[in-house]
Structure formats: structure tokens, C-alpha cells
Nanobody
Framework: QVQLVESGGGLVQPGGSLRLSCAAS????????MAWFRQAPGAQRELVAG???????DYADSVKGRFTISRNIGEITVYLQMNSLKSEDTASYYC?????????????????????WGQGTQVTVSS
């Protein structure tokens, strides 16, 4: 029904940059919202950045000013530009999608709000 495929992860030194991509295919709705989550071993999965169908964005406090989420409508692709990376950013990063409605296209922060997930891409920040 919906397939999400992440790419762009890898090993980077502190202070470096990475750009993650999430390619969506299948039955994508015009009101659907997409987000990036991350999860380190033993930690909870947390919202990193989200973008709604209306173009609004939301970021975790820990990444504000460093990460930018953007959306390519034509290719149904969502990007996460990560700058000034820190060791604390090391985690598996997941792309997720939720169905929006006419009444609610807001960005949700809980993983349980997102029924569709990608396989994840590993980001490791280390010297």
C-alpha cells in the first residue's frame, strides 16, 4: 500500500553533514504527513522532524537550527539535511507517514500515530 525507503545514512565526523532521503511510493494521499524519527539502542524512538501536507514543520529541540526537513512534491520524496552533527545524533533514522484528513493535517510527535515506516538508515557520528 505504502512503501518508504530511506537512504543517505553513513559514518560522519562530528561537525559534519549528511542528507537523508525518503522515497515514498504507493497510495500517497494529498493530506499525508511525513516525518523522520530516530532511535538509538536502548532508547525510545523520538521525532526528529516532521512536515505536514500544508508545509508546516516541527523539530525536536535538540536538532533545531541544525536539521532541516524538506519535501519534493513531484518525486514524493522527503529529505532531512543534517548539519553540525554531534555524537548524540548517532541512531537509526526512520521515515514515517501518517494519513491526514481534511480536519487534521497536524504533525504528530508519537510513533504510534504513524502506520507506515521505512526500514531505517544508520547514522553514526564519530571521530
Amino acid at each position: 500500500q505504502v512503501q518508504l525507503v530511506e537512504s543517505g545514512g553513513g559514518l560522519v565526523q562530528p561537525g559534519g553533514s549528511l542528507r537523508l532521503s525518503c522515497a515514498a511510493s504507493g497510495m500517497i494521499g494529498s493530506r499525508d504527513g511525513m516525518a523522520w524519527f530516530r532511535q538509538a539502542p536502548g532508547a525510545q524512538r523520538e521525532l526528529v522532524a516532521g512536515v505536514s501536507a500544508m508545509g508546516t514543520t516541527d523539530y525536536a529541540d535538540s536538532v533545531k537550527g541544525r536539521f532541516t526537513i524538506s519535501r519534493n512534491i513531484g518525486e514524493i520524496t522527503v529529505y532531512l539535511q543534517m548539519n553540525s552533527l554531534k555524537s548524540e545524533d548517532t541512531a537509526s533514522y526512520y521515515c514515517a507517514l501518517r494519513r491526514g484528513t481534511y480536519f487534521d493535517t497536524s504533525i504528530k510527535r508519537l510513533p504510534s500515530e504513524y502506520p507506515y515506516w521505512g526500514q531505517g538508515t544508520q547514522v553514526t557520528v564519530s571521530s
